[in-house]
């Protein structure tokens, strides 16, 4: 079900009133002296409550009000949008009056692009993509693959079939990061180790990222060839792949968010192992609390295991009892930091 915040319900209005007030579809005095309406957050594929990605950005957006003061609103993405749908919601939010405003996900990249150049007082956040390189433009970019290692660490180590799952829910090069990492981890500790990876859907088409149901079907295929842990990449179809595994009483290793915590899943959590986490909450509450100092971050912003902007959450205390698992997550993200691992980004 698509939610709409009530910035949607005025953006008719809000557009014919920013076309009547500068032709070129920028900030205009008027727009300036407009209330600050605080921050923006504009979803990626597959919306608020998918358990992980998305999930991860709305938390920081809660930690940004509650503790900052803030004002803000966030909207969904509709169904089959094409860019400029993505460059009307970012124009809409930033003339009426928010900063800054924040988008999800890698296929904002164009519309941030276009967008930042008609708002230049405005401060754009751009989540998983760092190739929107101007002033008011903030890439906030992740080590993916260093926490994916550490996944692929947990699951040699876990498996009792010497067979492991990789689910992806897109095959593009963010998400072949996570692949590229989980693989090495693996590998690299334990080589008889066999790694099946399966992807949902290729690009343009980004609905892999919104079928619970292929992933629940594509998990099932690599439990049915001997998978016993299964990492999944894959958004709200993650859900899916969870879902099958622990049904099936075997392992899932969550992604984005500590999974095992996420009440959508709770009754699964007892057979998600651990998750890989990046802290999208915490990049976008620091762009937030940034502009609110007066101070707005700009450029690329990376977060990773030294600065602990990756992880692998062990909430689940069947995993904190595996003390030879931990153990070695614990080693390999010790030697990743010092640099005596460097993990690949590509397979």
């Known amino acids: 079900m698509r939610r709409v915040s009530s910035i949607a319900v005025a953006g008719i209005g809000i557009a014919a009133l920013a076309f009547t007030t500068t032709a070129c579809g920028g900030s205009s005095s008027s727009d300036s002296k407009k209330k600050d309406k605080g921050v923006a957050i504009a979803y990626d594929v597959g919306g608020r409550g998918d358990q992980s990605f998305n999930d991860a950005a709305y938390a920081g957006f809660v930690k940004a009000k509650k503790e900052l003061g803030v004002a803000g609103d966030d909207i969904e993405p509709s169904e089959g949008e094409s860019d400029a749908d993505k460059v009307q919601r970012l124009s809409d939010l930033a003339r009426a009056g928010h900063n800054p405003v924040i988008a999800v996900g890698f296929v904002y990249a164009p519309a941030v692009e276009k967008v930042a150049k008609d708002f230049p007082n405005v401060t754009f956040g751009l ?91 594509t998990a ?3 439990l049915d060839g001997g998978a016993d842990v299964i990492y999944q990449a894959a958004g709200d179809s993650g859900s899916g792949v969870i879902e099958a595994a622990a049904t099936r009483g075997k392992w899932a290793i969550g992604v984005d968010s500590d999974q095992y915590t996420q009440k959508g899943l709770a009754k699964y959590k007892d057979k998600i192992l651990a998750s890989a986490t990046k802290g999208v909450a915490d990049a976008v509450f620091n762009l937030v609390k940034s502009v ?37 997550v614990e080693a390999a993200k010790k030697k990743i930091i010092s640099g005596e691992i460097k993990v690949k980004t590509t397979p």
């Open 127 to 217: 989540v998983d993509d760092d190739t929107v390189h101007a002033k008011n433009v903030v890439n906030m970019v992740f080590n993916e693959e260093q926490a994916s290692y550490l996944a692929g660490v947990a699951a040699a180590l876990t498996t009792k079939t010497k067979t492991v799952g990789f689910v992806g829910g897109v095959e593009n090069p963010l998400i072949k990061k996570f692949e590229a990492g989980y693989v090495q981890g693996v590998q690299e500790t334990d080589k008889s180790v066999k790694v099946k990876v399966q992807y949902l859907t290729q690009p343009p088409d980004y609905s892999g990222f919104k079928k619970p149901d292929a992933g629940k079907d």
């Open 220 to 222: 099932n295929g690599e």
């Open 292 to 328: 609110k100092d007066g101070k707005p971050e700009s450029g690329t912003v990376r977060y990773g295991l030294k600065t602990g902007g990756v992880g692998l959450a062990d909430s689940n205390p069947a995993y904190q009892k595996m003390t030879k698992v931990v153990e070695a």
